[in-house]
């Protein structure tokens, strides 16, 4: 685990996973874990729709956004209902990264909180190093489409890696998985869609062990010829029953599939765990430590070079506006010019303009206030687009830091 003298930032561990996997149960088992170890999370319920948790959270969704009113007010259903209190809830994202850094970084690390911060959460008594949460723990709604696929679930995601090392804990009914081997591939294929989508370090937690062993799973993953062997066995039980013996294109389909994530497989780390008895809990906390060593090495990087990536598109994108504007400028001016050479309102104005280009005289000083126009312009324009481009988005350091910015500047 991580050391207690908080000189690290907390890991923050998302729990998603399938209806009935047993987040939640798995969310409990956790958190009374650490606070058995006296180390006690900072913990986070994104759920809206949960009618009660079995444990305390610090941060809950459910005091800023009610569910049942976003569901009457806007004439949804039950999974429109939850994706709009999630939209709403991403609005107020800046505050809940103002409170999560205020309560789990260490001072040093510490940005200035946002003013006017009003999302909910429990005071703490005091920020000293050794009060500082190890882990950062969020619970997610069942309908991992919901939260996964939609803008707000990004935003959330995006946000929380800025700030802090963030590890997807992907929860498997490891019985229900290991019952049929297409709901075992289907399983494998939301994590390898979660894992790609979010592009953060994914653990696959096989729960319910207390039920039935991770093992045929794990084996599964990481003996393709034993996988083949449990597909022929499905066939072979259903020509018994008086099947067809299964479509044999579903069968090419799963073998070809399992052939294509080998190295997928091997990827990822895989723990068993009992949410009821609490095996594979000390397990599960170690990966969680290798992930927060892959995070800082593998994906911190490249999170760093995609900002860099948006801010010189950003200067680019500046710089041609910039240039397209005193342009646009120039055209115009000269057709001002042409105008009112071609239509001269008097006569007397017409034989002074005649006497003009006769005489070929052109004032210099004009000339030159004219360019030094044009560059201050363009100085000032260019200043007035850097600032207002100059807040960072999603992914960068800090979003408390962007929003008090923004507050500054009004």
């Not at 009935?20 to 986070?44: A, C, D, E, W």
């Not at 206030?369 to 960072?392: N, T, V, W």
Request: net charge negative.
């Amino acid at each position: 685990m991580a050391s207690s003298d908080g000189s690290r930032p907390p890991v923050a561990v998302v729990v998603v996973g399938m209806a009935g996997s047993g987040k939640t149960t798995f969310m409990q088992r956790i958190n009374s874990h650490l606070h058995s170890k006296r180390t006690p999370p900072y913990v986070l319920n994104l759920d809206p729709a949960v009618r009660s948790v079995p444990f305390e959270s610090n941060i809950d969704i459910r005091d800023s956004v009610n569910y049942k009113e976003v569901m009457k007010q806007y004439n949804l259903g039950p999974n429109g209902g939850i994706l709009t209190s999630l939209n709403l809830f991403a609005t107020k994202i800046d505050q809940v990264l103002g409170i999560l850094e205020k309560r789990c970084l260490p001072e040093a690390q510490q940005s200035q909180p946002s003013e006017g911060s009003q999302a909910q959460a429990q005071p703490a008594a005091s920020t000293a190093p050794s009060q500082i949460p190890q882990h950062i723990l969020l619970d997610t709604p069942g309908q991992i489409e919901v939260f996964v696929w939609s803008a707000s679930g990004s935003i959330l995601l995006s946000s929380l890696a800025s700030s802090f090392p963030t590890v997807l804990a992907y929860v498997i009914d490891t019985p229900r998985s290991t019952s049929s081997t297409s709901t075992f591939m289907s399983n494998m294929l939301y994590a390898i869609s979660i894992l790609y989508k979010t592009k953060l370090p994914m653990i696959l937690v096989f729960n319910k062990t207390d039920v039935k062993s991770e093992t045929e799973a794990v084996e599964w993953m990481r003996d393709f010829e034993a996988f083949q062997a449990a597909l022929q066995r499905e066939e072979e039980e259903e020509m018994d029953g008086g099947g067809d013996g299964g479509s044999g294109y579903m069968g090419s389909l799963l073998n070809s599939m399992s052939l294509v994530l080998e190295e997928f497989y091997n990827n990822l780390s895989v723990v068993g765990v009992s949410s009821m008895t609490g095996a594979g809990t000390d397990e599960f906390f170690e990966k969680v430590e290798e992930k927060r060593q892959e995070f800082e090495r593998d994906y911190k990087p490249e999170l760093d070079r995609r900002r860099q990536e948006r801010e010189k598109e950003k200067e680019e994108r500046r710089e041609r506006e910039v240039a397209r504007m005193m342009k646009d400028m120039r055209v115009d001016r000269e057709k001002q010019g042409r105008r009112k050479k071609e239509e001269p309102e008097t006569v007397s104005e017409a034989e002074e303009e005649s006497d003009d280009e006769n005489a070929g005289l052109v004032d210099p000083d004009e000339v030159e206030e004219a360019d030094e126009d044009d560059d201050g312009l363009a100085r000032r324009y260019q200043q007035a687009l850097k600032d207002g481009s100059a807040q960072p988005d999603a992914s960068d350091a800090s979003f408390a830091k962007y929003v008090q910015a923004a507050q500054m500047n009004r």
